[in-house]
T-cell receptor
């Protein structure tokens, strides 16, 4: 069974630009969550989608948004990038929104210059 | 405000000895706790979990202890092996909900 895939793996952008990251969940998984990992902060919850609906959102500004498609693939978008947005962005998929069934992808490393 | 804290950023242990990783939380609503292991260039993988109705859960070489009154949990790895060298994250949620709060991680290095 293929794991969670995230594209691209690495990305370099400049301040003010926008970026779109993609996550393909494990086949059959309908829940996709996104996390931001920065040094010293651990992983911080961004948002979760289940059956194309955003069910919860973490404490991030409106510049961070996402969506989920009917095939459960998800994208997250960050507009007007800031230096502090440099981080590893991880997505996790699960059959249902239950914590210990989540499988994480390898992440997208975003660097904002 | 960080609700889950791992105060030791790193831990070095000799192969065959015990590794003890600590985690503290502040939110009394948390009732489900998990440990994840992360290798470089890979996503975190689920290791072991514990519900607040228990104070200990064991899975092979890994044991998690929960002290609810102190809002503290720990992960014991016995015996430690070189393949255990990784970053370990503690996480907590309400009722095994998907919205996890993570600690900053502890980097474990197992020396031969």
């Amino acid at each position: 069974k293929a794991g969670v895939t995230q594209t691209p793996r690495y990305l370099i952008k400049t301040r003010g630009q926008q970026v779109t990251l993609s996550c393909s969940p494990i086949s059959g998984h309908r829940s996709v969550s996104w996390y931001q990992q920065t040094p010293g902060q651990g992983l911080q919850f961004l948002f979760e989608y289940f059956s194309e609906t955003q069910r919860n959102k973490g404490n991030f500004p409106g510049r961070f948004s996402g969506r989920q498609f009917s095939n459960s693939r998800s994208e997250m978008n960050v507009s007007t990038l800031e230096l502090g947005d440099s981080a590893l962005y991880l997505c996790a998929s699960s059959p249902a929104p239950i914590a210990d069934t989540q499988y994480f992808g390898p992440g997208t490393r975003l660097t904002v210059l | 405000d960080q609700q889950v804290k791992q105060n030791s950023p790193s831990l070095s242990v000799q192969e065959g000895r015990i590794s003890i990783l600590n985690c503290d939380y502040t939110n009394s609503m948390f009732d489900y706790f998990l440990w994840y292991k992360k290798y470089p260039a890979e996503g975190p993988t689920f290791l072991i979990s514990i519900s607040s109705i228990k104070d200990k859960n064991e899975d092979g070489r890994f044991t998690v202890f929960l002290n609810k009154s102190a809002k503290h949990l720990s992960l014991h790895i016995v015996p430690s092996q070189p393949g255990d060298s990784a970053v370990y994250f503690c996480a907590a949620s309400e009722s095994n909900d998907y919205k996890l709060s993570f600690g900053a991680g502890t980097t474990v290095t197992v020396r031969a």
